[in-house]
């Protein structure tokens, strides 16, 4: 070997340098050719995922920035103003309406609850009188009846009663296969 090159130290040891020779790639044969032929598919596979999922942020980025550009560039301040202005126009409408319909739900509660109050006041009073208190609405019907209380009415006496007066289911008599039976006493059958 005539190509060692040999370095010496002043009171060191003597070091020799060989230059690498065979400078090609057959140890990554050896050491890469087993691993692709391991796990090949699974590195193909997330090869493309990669690849994919990096086409799908790229095309998204482009697409936030051309409408923030696009949006931003058409935007003038008049016209950000005026539609400020319009929003909030279009809010305090919905308020108004809004506080103009829970007034008017506030009335009516209050009418009901006068109403209620009204209806308690006068039964307490028919109640302190000694009648008893019927409601607008029995006092309606009883108008009712005022006024056709002048046709005859015909009682219904040809009616047969539906069984004996003196039929009781739980006797067990008057007929059919049903006759009701008391449970048997004691422990419930079963077990040992």
């Known amino acids: 070997m005539d190509d060692d090159v040999t370095i010496e130290d002043e009171g060191g040891p003597e070091i020799q340098k060989t230059p690498l020779g065979n400078q090609d790639l057959s140890f990554l044969q050896q050491t890469v050719g087993p691993l692709l032929a391991e ?5 193909l596979f997330m090869c493309v995922g ?4 990096v086409q799908h942020l790229s095309k998204r980025r482009a697409s936030q920035g051309q409408s923030s550009s696009a949006s931003g560039a058409v935007q003038n301040p008049n016209a950000v103003v005026r539609r400020q202005e319009a929003l909030e126009a279009s809010r305090r409408r919905m308020q ?4 103009a319909k829970a007034a008017l739900f506030r009335l009516k509660q209050q009418q009901l609850e006068e109403e209620k109050r009204q209806q308690k006041i006068e039964m307490y009073d028919s109640m302190k009188e000694g009648r008893s208190y019927r409601g ?9 009846e005022a006024s056709t209380s002048t046709t005859v009415l015909k009682p219904k006496t040809d009616k047969k009663p539906l069984r004996s007066s003196g039929f009781n289911p739980l006797s067990g008599e008057g007929g059919g296969s049903c006759a009701w039976r008391p449970g048997r006493r004691g422990p419930s059958a079963g077990g040992g």
Request: charged content about 25%; proline content about 0%; aromatic content about 18%.
């Open 96 to 99: 108004e309406e809004l506080d």
């Open 39 to 43: 796990y090949g598919w699974y590195l």
């Open 50 to 53: 990669v690849y994919l999922v």
């Open 136 to 144: 607008k609405a029995k006092t309606a019907q009883n108008t009712e």
